[in-house]
């Protein structure tokens, strides 16, 4: 295995609380938040003190946890009731990154099936949180390995771009397009990454740079816009970017501008991979025009700082995410292996849930 693994841990487990990274502060602070019930994490995932699916993914397990841990009842089916409550206000928070949905579905289907009285259940679901937590850290640095295999050979060390944060900083540790990087960084193979900055909320600029900084892999930052033009001067060798739903045939949801960036890539030739757990995957809808796409405030487009850059007056669209068409990839990156999106299908009896 070419994994080494990363010092950066977004959901950290500590003394009957969960402790987030404040990513909203990053890169200027490295703080924490304390999140003591499940209320408390709704409001981290839907201020987006942690983001990035997979890291949505293990918060929303914790919570599932905090919340099961101050329902008080000794009656079984109070407690799944009650427990199914607790999954609709966690599901209220985000609506397009699936592994939200997925891991809340996992704790409700391991609390269904786990026999004993409720004080048993709530210890078993604790578990299952750390666990969920655990493998995401495996998951990705399987698809960093599974993803240096179908890189491109030449030449020897690549210049990859990728978009947005699917870094540790998204997941439980090491990421999964940033699990790519640090795979071919480790094996000798990486030149260089360039980051786009991913506007309007900058997760490039803010999370990705950060993140190469701290292991010393050399980053360029490059605005959205600049894309297309590194690709024409021949500066990128293969684009590798995350995903936060992706349908049964390989449409993939990821953040605004992925989709652009797809076309791009395909106009110059360039192989364009999406890196994500068997998690991220939504066999329950064929096609990406199923995909809910959130909506979010147009603040984070007129202001910056304190600043606002456009007049009174002008209206707003703000979709949080895009949907590429599946024949814009090359190949979808799993722990399992890299397949062409047709041939996605074949990992949907191996999905545990
Ligand atoms: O809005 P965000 O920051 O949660 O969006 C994150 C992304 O779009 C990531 O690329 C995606 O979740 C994959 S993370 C491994």
């Known amino acids: 295995m070419t994994s080494t693994t990363s010092q950066v841990y977004p959901v950290i487990w500590q003394d009957d609380r969960v402790l987030l990274i404040e990513q909203n502060r990053l890169p200027n602070e490295y703080t924490f938040v304390e999140i003591k019930c499940c209320d408390d994490m709704a409001h981290a995932i839907k201020t987006m003190i942690v983001r990035g699916a997979p890291a949505i993914g293990v918060a929303a397990a914790y919570g599932m946890y905090l919340g099961a841990r101050d329902i008080q009842t000794e009656s079984r089916d109070e407690f799944l009731n009650e427990l199914e409550k607790i999954g609709k206000t966690l599901g209220q928070t985000r609506p397009t990154a699936v592994n939200l949905f997925w891991a809340i579905q996992r704790m409700l289907n391991t609390a269904r099936k786990t026999l004993g009285p409720v004080e048993y259940l709530k210890t078993v679901l604790l578990e299952t949180a750390k666990t969920i937590n655990a493998e995401d850290i495996q998951t990705c640095q399987a698809i960093g390995d599974k993803g240096l295999e179908v890189l491109p050979k030449n030449p020897e060390k690549l210049t990859l771009l990728t978009h947005c944060n699917a870094g540790a900083l998204a997941t439980a540790g090491y990421g999964t397009a940033l699990g790519v990087v640090r795979s071919a960084w480790t094996a000798g193979r990486l030149a260089r990454v360039y980051a786009d900055e991913t506007r309007p909320r900058l997760q490039g600029a803010k999370l990705t740079a950060w993140e190469c900084v701290q292991e010393g892999i050399p980053v360029t930052l490059i605005t959205d816009n600049m894309a297309a033009h590194c690709m024409q001067r021949g500066?990128?060798?293969?684009?590798?970017?995350?995903?936060?739903?992706?349908?049964?045939?390989?449409?993939?949801?990821?953040?605004?501008?992925?989709?652009?960036?797809?076309?791009?890539?395909?106009?110059?030739?360039?192989?364009?991979?999406?890196?994500?757990?068997?998690?991220?995957?939504d066999f329950s809808i064929g096609d990406g025009s199923q995909i809910p796409i959130e909506e979010r405030d147009p603040v984070e487009i007129y202001q910056v700082g304190n600043t606002r850059l456009t007049a009174e007056g002008v209206e707003f669209y703000n979709p949080a995410f895009d949907v590429t068409p599946a024949e814009l990839i090359a190949a979808i990156i799993t722990e399992y292996g890299a397949v062409v999106p047709s041939e996605l299908q074949q990992f949907q009896t191996k999905q545990v849930v």
Do not use: Q
Request: proline share 4%.
């Open 235 to 281: 500066l990128i060798h293969a684009v590798v970017v995350g995903a936060d739903r992706i349908a049964a045939n390989g449409d993939t949801a990821n953040k605004i501008g992925t989709y652009s960036l797809a076309l791009v890539a395909k106009a110059h030739k360039v192989p364009f991979f999406v890196a994500a757990p068997l998690s991220t995957i």
